[in-house]
Antibody, heavy 119, light 107 residues
Framework: EVQLVESGGGLVQPGGSLRLACAAS????????MIWVRQAPGKGLEWVST????????YYADSVKGRFTVSRDSAKNSLFLQMDSLRAEDTAVYYC????????????WGQGTPVTVSS | DIQMTQSPSTLSASLGDRVTITCRAS??????LAWYQQKPGKAPKVLIY???TLESGVPSRFSGSGSGTEFTLTINSLQPDDFATYYC?????????FGQGTKVEIK
């Protein structure tokens, strides 16, 4: 059974940093693209970042480019999102998801981890 | 960036109704489109990918159609479990983009 479990969310001050993790199980982690999607309170879904399977090529939304870094540790079946220079508008629930069809659509999602950026 | 526009934003319907949600892309995405269902406090769940392919385990009352710039998600005979928010997402190119969502409410 595919499982994705996020952790690392919490309250952080503007300008601060946070590292999210997503523990994956039930599939060959290194061969799949992995995606981060966020949802601000009461708002819709926003794609944040993708790291491709195999080649580990990262892609970012313009809103986080230069501030967020996606990475993976395939030996530990873990996905990470390093978030620096956080802003109030980064406040959201962050979901990790598994990508299919060249990281196109997402077939399995974690339960999400909340991030609040506030002083 | 490709903009995805869903309509309507909210839809009121009754049990047993046939419901159609439209998603328009700002440029052609051929059939690189997925539909997701999300319930409050829960993660999204994929229903349809490649515009019309039903994900395994999804009830057959859900169907998707379209290509190019115009797509539809249809729910035949609305069930209690279907009251939720629905999102389309293009994966033709980066950045991936979602529609703003359509909330299906009980009439």
């Amino acid at each position: 059974e595919v499982q994705l479990v996020e952790s690392g969310g919490g309250l952080v001050q503007p300008g601060g940093s946070l590292r999210l993790a997503c523990a994956a199980s039930g599939f060959t982690f290194s061969t799949y693209s992995m995606i981060w999607v966020r949802q601000a309170p009461g708002k819709g879904l926003e794609w944040v970042s993708t790291i491709t399977g195999g080649s580990d090529i990262p892609y970012y939304a313009d809103s986080v480019k230069g501030r967020f870094t996606v990475s993976r540790d395939s030996a530990k079946n873990s996905l990470f999102l390093q978030m620096d220079s956080l802003r109030a508008e980064d406040t959201a629930v962050y979901y990790c998801a598994r990508g299919r069809d060249s990281s196109g659509w997402n077939d399995h999602w974690g339960q999400g981890t909340p991030v609040t950026v506030s002083s | 960036d490709i903009q995805m526009t869903q309509s309507p934003s909210t839809l009121s319907a009754s049990l047993g109704d046939r419901v159609t949600i439209t998603c328009r892309a700002s440029q052609s995405i051929t059939t690189w489109l997925a539909w997701y269902q999300q319930k409050p406090g829960k993660a999204p769940k994929v229903l349809i990918y490649k515009a019309s392919t039903l994900e395994s385990g999804v009830p057959s009352r859900f169907s998707g159609s379209g290509s190019g710039t115009e797509f539809t998600l249809t729910i035949n005979s609305l069930q209690p479990d279907d009251f939720a928010t629905y999102y389309c997402q293009q994966y033709n190119s980066y950045p991936r983009t979602f529609g703003q969502g359509t909330k299906v409410e009980i009439k």
